[in-house]
């Protein structure tokens, strides 16, 4: 189920509060400056530090492909 745009408009990370990568294939919330992701549940997501998980470097690379080749946009403009 995929987030609505207005929640993902106001979805930041609990822990340094920038913007996340909705990776909706991979059914996840991607915080490239942690290396961490948050999963998205029944179409929830789990917004919990200590239920986060953090990826090694060849993920970070893989995810930000995915990004990239998605022209996916962060949840917010950290600019503003």
Excluded: W
Excluded at 51 to 76: K, N, Q, S, W, Y
């Amino acid at each position: 189920m995929p987030l609505s745009p207005d929640l993902l408009a106001i979805l930041a990370c609990p822990e340094d509060k920038g913007p996340l990568y909705n990776l909706e294939d991979e059914g996840v919330l991607y915080n490239p400056r942690l290396f961490r992701t948050y999963a998205v549940q029944d179409g929830i997501p789990v917004m919990l530090i200590d239920e986060a998980t953090t990826v090694d470097a060849e993920e970070h690379e893989r995810l930000m492909g995915l990004v990239e080749a998605g022209a996916i946009a962060p949840t917010f403009d950290a600019g503003t």
